[in-house]
């Protein structure tokens, strides 16, 4: 259960940042603490990459498959947000949640 809500916010953060970057052409991360890392068009790329890996996430949260959660972590880093690596926490959680209960 912890797992999936650990995914749920991290696949969440990753879609805001993934959007942010995609309609702004600048990260999250610029606009919170004015740290310019990179701009343009390789921020609209790694945004839609990101996207993508976030709502891979969501859709494992929504199907409790943690292969999905996982992987949407991964790909979710992309987007220029290092807490997606909570969908990657979240994910570990619900194997280990597995394993236990089968």
């Not at 947000?81 to 994910?91: A, R």
């Amino acid at each position: 259960m912890i797992g999936r809500i650990l995914s749920g916010i991290g696949g969440i953060i990753a879609l805001i940042a993934s959007l942010v970057s995609i309609i702004t052409r600048e990260p999250l991360i610029d606009h919170l603490i004015r740290i310019l890392l990179i701009t343009g068009d390789a921020v609209i790329g790694l945004g839609i990459i990101g996207l993508i890996g976030s709502l891979t996430t969501i859709y494992g949260v929504y199907k409790n498959n943690w292969k999905y959660m996982v992987s949407g972590g991964i790909v979710g880093l992309f987007a220029p947000c290092i807490l997606s690596i909570l969908s990657i926490i979240g994910g570990i959680l619900e194997i280990k949640g597995q394993k236990i209960s089968k």
